[in-house]
């Protein structure tokens, strides 16, 4: 399950400590392939995703998503509008969902 989540306030990033390993390493290399960086801002502590149910199913997932400390603060009040979103950052994440699930299409057997 692959879960696209809070796009845009920052360069795209992966919450690691709860991704699949095949998974993330297939984003690193979907990432290398683009020139971005593989980053990852774990949430573990500050909030849940929809990849929770298929985690607790033993589904293989991976959340990419923008959070930060800095932008957290941003969800679900005044300020979770359009302008919080940096187009550049936008496209990136775009950019490098696309690739990373393009890399498993043609990874899958």
């Known amino acids: 399950m692959i ?7 920052t360069p795209p990033k992966v919450w690691a400590s709860r991704a699949d390993k095949r998974l993330l390493g297939a984003y690193v290399r979907a990432a290398k392939a683009l020139d971005l960086q593989a980053a990852g801002s774990n949430v573990d502590k500050v909030g849940d995703d929809d990849s929770h149910s ?3 199913a033993r589904i293989p997932v991976l959340t990419i998503h923008s959070l930060t400390t800095e932008t957290f603060g941003v969800l679900h009040n005044s300020r979770d509008q359009l302008a919080a979103i940096h187009p550049g950052d936008y496209y990136a994440a775009y950019r490098l969902a696309s690739t990373f699930l393009a890399l498993l299409d043609s990874e899958v057997e």
Do not use: A, I, K, S
């Open 54 to 56: 298929f985690l607790e």
């Open 3 to 9: 879960n696209l989540e809070c796009l845009g306030t």
